[in-house]
């Protein structure tokens, strides 16, 4: 007799009712019902015993092989094995078979993980570089785009490897695909700043075509611009799309990064109907091409629009935005927002003052990298434990200087176009010799090596202060006071200059470090500036702090 | 401290409304007749300082006495501020000292 088998797949099946009656009169195959003939009928609903059907069919006393052919005792076969044995004829006909036929486009925003077969129909608004990495795993390129469909979804899609080699030159910005295929991880939000919690990783088994014939009803790209008072209000690092007048364009400067890359930054000055300024800074390949394109236009007077398209704030110094590889920028660009603005310029905006919510420099006079710390906060915080050094100012007064070693002998060599300021030791023929010169001189240098003690409302500490600072906190160079005191033995005015020095207050950029001594472990901080506290400035820096606070 | 007396910080905009009140202002000093001083409050409006001011007078000078009106004060006390003060900060001053820092000043 012919058996006709009808199999139905169930996915995400949840068990509503624990114990229940047969549902039903199930058969079991043929084959089936003739081998296991010793089992109770509730065997047969095994599905809803999940544990009664694990003793009997999974787990055989212990040494026994089911499969073994000595101990094969026909009532040990389990049920349900009769439904993995498909005979040929499943593959062409039934629910199970494999679906050939396009997948729908779908929305992206209707994406998910637990869909398996999807397409969509989207522009691609920007394309990344390919980028080489070295992790553990090895070497690797990657890259990735972003898209955009008519219903406003927007996703990005990222390559690795062989999967980069197919479709990084498939990709053009600007041209609408139908993609298909490819697995749905979690936006890694740090990177990706999309309106989607999805992003797409490409494989081997997806497909890119391109739209040759797309009608235009995908837009080229899709912003929601923020006003800049709204931008003074956003989180750091947010990212966000604006559009401004830009109404000055400083030139581009050199920047040594952090990882000894030299790259370039350039500060532009944008403005908007909300009354407010910002400060947007321009790194890398933009302060070259659209940088010098703005600042041309500006300096014949001509204040362009400029729209940015993922920009990232900065609470660097007040509020700033400035661009990331993603970024996208638009000169003049074609929207109804850039003519609004264009027109609201044209009819007094341009005349019309704005706050700025950046500052060009910290108030306090300070370089706008400056971070002000109070003296009991470098210990509280633990500055300088970590990798890097920590660079601080404090307003501090100076409460003590040691005056029994203040200075040292050093080499006044040149190396290169350095002196070598090593120290030097006296010889027994009335030379000063250097170990790292290895050369004798007759005369020797002497640099400050002061050890200070500094003092703030909250606390005080100890500091060090080479040649340039200490110069600064004692007010003569180092010689004269060595004289002063080792040759003329002059006690008394070496401590009336030294007394004078006392109870000054500055503003001290401290280099914060701990290095090991031997075992111990000491964090050391050094003077690397010494500023007089210059009072407008400084009642300019706390009334920000005031206001800020409010 | 003397706290009997106590004198409010104002500008310009705030001196009217504290007429009869004893205030502190710093004004920029642009010219003087006998018996009083024309002077620039910090927000810039334009006030007459009675008194017999002190010769010399230096370009800010700190005032602190009655305000008569929206644009005069009779002052009692006269301090050389010397040439270079902010007048931006203590502009900045009087409107958090009458505003959301009112509560610590008398």
Known sequence: MQIVYRLIVVLNMETIVPHSETIGNPTMSAESDTESGNFPPTNRVAFNEPAFQHSVNKAPPRGVNIQSPANSTPSFRPSVQPLYQPPPSYRNHGPIMKNEAPARIIPIAALNPYQGRWAIKARVTAKGDMRRYNNAK??????????????????????????????????????????????????????????????????????????????????????????????????????????????????????????????????????????????????????????????????????????????????????????????????????????????????????????????????????????????????EEGLGRSDKPDWVTVKATISFIKTDSFCYTACPLMIGDKQCNKKVTRTGTNMWLCDRCNQESEECDYRYLLQVQIQDHTGLTWVTAFQESGEEIMGCPAKQLYTLKYELQNDEEFAEIVRIRLFHQYLLKLKIKEESYGDEQRVKMTVVKVDKVNYTSESKYLLDLLVRSL | MDTSSPSAFVNGALLGRLAGRKVRTVVQVIGSEIGSVVGKTTDDVQIFVRGSSPAPLTTYVEVIGIAESDNSIRAETWTNFGNTFDPQNFNELCKLANGEFKHLFM
């Open chain 1, 138 to 379: 090895g070497d690797g390129k990657v890259f990735s785009f972003d898209l955009l469909d008519s219903d406003g979804g927007e996703i990005r899609i990222t390559c690795f490897n062989a999967v980069v080699d197919r479709f990084y030159d498939v990709i053009e910005v600007g041209k609408v695909y139908l993609i298909s295929k490819g697995s749905l991880k979690p936006a890694q939000k740090n990177f990706n700043h999309l309106k989607n919690e999805w992003e797409i990783f490409l494989e081997s088994t997806s497909t890119v075509e391109l739209c040759p014939d797309e009608d235009g009803s995908i837009p080229r790209q899709q912003f929601s611009f923020r006003p800049i008072s709204d931008i003074e209000n956003a989180e750091n690092n947010t990212i966000l799309d604006m559009i401004g007048v830009v109404t000055s364009v400083n030139p581009s400067v050199p920047i040594l990064r952090k990882n000894g890359m030299e790259t370039h930054r350039r500060i532009l000055n944008l403005k908007d109907e909300s009354g407010k300024a910002v400060e947007v800074t321009l790194w890398g390949e933009f302060c070259n091409r659209d940088g010098r394109q703005l600042e041309e236009m500006v300096e014949s007077a001509f204040y362009p629009v400029l729209a940015i398209k993922a920009g990232k704030v900065s609470d660097f110094s007040g509020k700033s935005v400035g661009t990331i590889s993603s970024s996208q920028l638009f000169i003049d660009p074609d929207f109804p927002e850039a003519q609004r603005l264009r027109n609201w310029f044209d009819h007094g905006g341009k005349n019309t003052a704005s706050s700025s919510i950046s500052r060009d420099t910290m108030p306090g006079g300070g370089s706008r990298n400056e971070i002000r710390k109070a003296v009991s906060q470098i210990k």
